[in-house]
């Protein structure tokens, strides 16, 4: 996982309420080998017509926005089934961080194993960065140590988050970073192997 | 001070491997990492999306085994006809490559199924470490090393650390003392054993096979024994090497030479378990006592005697074990009482990572040559399909003349693959159809939807082929 210490990118705003997991990603792509191809089935629905042509009018679809960091979206977002792969389908799309008034549990939980960071802000705040994001100026800065995310024209907003969370995105530790720390040990133990049971080195 | 207790082969090897203690679980070096194109995918994409390196690519082997067709594996990745199939083993390709790691494609000699593979190229070391996104790799246990299966985020895990984060097993040891019956081996050993312990007597345990009929078993036999220790749910079975291991090993593509040999018989002679080592529990087997064995249900541990009959609901203890004896009757159609020799059969696979390596097609082609002299064939309307673990394996029968008797005696002589043991390629059975297989899972729908699977040794399938039903192989002998 890779750390999350601060981001500026392109807001995109989505001002939709109750966006699922099967909007964000629908169940066609989760047969797909590779978590990487995922962008092309993100919010499919919304994205494309009937007939695979995209939709002009979405948000994504806007020059502006097509290489948004940052989404800004309505209430209880991620809400649905629990698949991983709504995550992977946003991060894969170049989405690093998504800002709404609150979030569906499970959906948070998840953000939190593959290094995406959700937003709490207030409904005001919200609102503010979402008129903001439509206009000239779209880049929104996010800074996880202090906590808080400023809107274009400069605003300050603060977020609350648990802080083994917090400690854990800012270091970009999930399972295998975890065990990382003790890479260290990994190479001791390594050198003393190849010096016990050399025939193991260079298969 | 009191004495320290004894250690386990168990208890030698986890210690052997622990590079530190992290909340409560080890983090476990891993020595060998095997990989296939169905549980990797993902693992591959975490790695990348987490710009992430391959620690180990030198100890990493991947092959091509779970899904690919058991024909025309010449013609290569592309001509592959299941859509998904192709595209799993096209991403494997590319990640193998991007990665640096060793694979045995589809075709190549060298290729087959991963548990048969790692053994007869000598990547399987005692001593060692061994995991794979498989849960049969308990077969590697066979050599003295501690291998078990894993999940897609572990092996991501052990791609990029060469770790596993574990908490430690409880011992167990099973004995087979004495001398088997004619016509007995490793399969009816390891489906009596677990139709004594039952699918979930090895749960949380690691199991050491000791006694002096698994001293006696061939390096083969004690692969199908540890093979087979994931349906008694323990994850990992062992048996300590000894001069039949190191006598497999010697001269093997992977195994040192020279001086390094020597070096490394070493350090594998001391991987057993002491005498005073104490196991968290013990059974006793006398193999005398074994028949062969066959399963007469949907659950590994449904078995009987080939002299037995299928057994009657009423029969088990508690009343979930009875709906589900009333089921599997239903799914197998069968009916209880009734001799399992009258069961008769439509389909036979000899093959499987239980059951394909060069000693099982032998047992299955002595009984097909003995039909033979008696002018018998695979009976009328059973379709027998027999698939060698690996291309080696294949080379070798083929050498030997195992392939003409199996084709004079009315058997399929496939490509290597998983094939039927899970069906995942166009190898499937018919709802209804009733198969004799060497395989490990009889489980509804395994070998196909509906399909009804009766598992059993080599010998035993082939027996089953000629008569077209369940046969005692010991009128075949
Ligand atoms: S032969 Fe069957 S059990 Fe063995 S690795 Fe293949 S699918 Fe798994």
């Known amino acids: 996982m890779e750390a999350f210490t601060r981001l500026d990118a392109a807001a995109a705003p989505l001002p939709l309420a109750n966006i699922d997991t099967d909007q964000i990603i629908p169940k066609q792509f989760l047969k797909i080998v590779d978590r990487k191809g995922l962008a092309k089935g993100l919010f499919y629905d919304l994205r494309f017509d009937d007939d695979g042509r995209e939709r002009p009018d979405f948000v994504l679809n806007q020059p502006t926005y097509k290489g948004a960091g940052v989404l800004i979206a309505g209430d209880n977002f991620g809400c649905g089934s629990s698949r991983e792969h709504a995550p992977w389908a946003l991060m894969d799309f170049g989405i690093k961080a998504v800002v709404s008034t609150s979030f569906a549990d499970i959906f948070y939980n998840n953000c939190f194993q593959n290094g995406l960071l959700p937003v709490v802000l207030k409904a005001d705040e919200v609102r503010q960065l979402m008129d903001e994001a439509r206009g000239g100026n779209h880049v929104v800065s996010i800074d996880l140590e202090a906590q808080t995310v400023t809107s274009p024209s400069g605003a300050v907003f603060g977020f609350q988050i648990d802080p083994q969370r917090k400690a854990k995105m800012l270091k970009g530790l999930d399972a295998i970073g975890e065990t990382l720390e003790a890479a260290k040990d990994i190479d001791t133990y390594e050198m003393k192997r190849a010096l016990a049971q050399p025939w193991l080195e260079g298969a | ?477």
């Open chain 2, 1 to 477: 001070m009191p004495p320290m207790p004894g250690k386990t082969l168990y208890d030698k090897i986890w210690d052997a491997h622990v590079v530190a203690e992290q909340d409560g679980e080890a983090i476990l070096y891993i020595d060998l990492h095997l990989i296939h194109e169905v549980t990797t995918p993902q693992a591959f994409a975490g790695l990348r999306a987490n710009r992430r390196a391959v620690r180990r690519p030198d100890r990493t082997l991947a092959v091509a085994d779970h899904n690919i067709p058991t024909e025309g594996q010449g013609l290569g990745v592309d001509a592959v006809a299941d859509d998904e199939a192709r595209l799993q083993l096209q991403t494997l390709g590319r990640n193998v490559e991007d990665y640096g790691i060793e694979y045995f494609q589809m075709g190549d000699i060298r290729n087959g199924i991963v548990h048969v593979v790692g053994p007869e190229q000598g990547r399987t070391q005692p001593g060692m470490t061994i995991v794979c996104g498989d849960s049969h790799t308990s077969t590697h246990g066979a050599f003295g090393a501690l291998a078990h299966g894993i999940g897609t985020s572990e092996v991501e895990h052990v791609l990029a650390t060469q770790t596993l984060r574990q908490k430690k097993a409880k011992n167990f040891r099973i004995r087979i003392e004495g001398e088997p019956a004619p016509g007995v081996g490793a399969k009816d050993y390891a489906l009596a054993i677990i139709g004594e312990i039952g699918t979930a007597g090895g749960t949380g345990y690691v199991i050491e096979y000791a006694g002096s009929a698994v001293r006696a078993l061939s390096m083969e036999g004690r692969m199908t024994l540890c093979n087979l220790t994931i349906e008694g749910g323990a994850r990992a079975g062992l048996v300590a090497p000894d001069e039949t291991t190191f006598e497999y090993l010697k001269g093997r593509p992977s195994t040192p030479k020279g001086g390094a040999w020597e070096m490394a018989l070493g350090y594998w002679k001391s991987f057993f378990s002491d005498d005073d080592a104490v196991f968290d529990r013990e059974i006793v087997l006398d193999a005398a006592k074994i028949a062969p064995t066959v399963t007469w249900g949907t659950s590994p541990e449904d078995v009987v005697a080939v002299t037995g009959a299928v057994p009657a609901p009423e029969s088990f203890a508690t009343p979930d074990k009875r709906a589900s004896a009333e089921r599997a009757l239903g799914y197998m159609g069968l009916t209880a009482g009734q001799p399992i020799t009258e069961a008769k059969i439509d389909v036979v696979f000899i093959g499987s990572c239980t059951n394909s390596r060069i000693e099982d097609l032998r047992a299955a082609a002595k009984v097909a040559a003995k039909a033979l002299e008696g002018g018998r064939k695979v009976a009328d309307g059973v379709r027998a399909m027999v698939v060698p673990g690996s291309g080696l394996v294949r080379a070798q029968a083929e050498e030997e003349g195992l392939d003409a008797v199996f084709r004079t005696a009315g058997f399929e002589w496939r490509e290597p693959g998983c094939s039927m043991c899970l069906a995942m390629n166009p190898d499937k059975l018919e709802p209804g159809q009733r198969c004799a297989s060497t395989s490990n899972r009889n489980f509804e729908g395994r070998q196909g939807r509906g399909g009804r699977t009766h598992l059993m040794s080599p010998a035993m399938a082939a027996a089953a082929a000629i008569a077209g039903h369940i046969a005692d192989v010991r009128d075949f002998l």
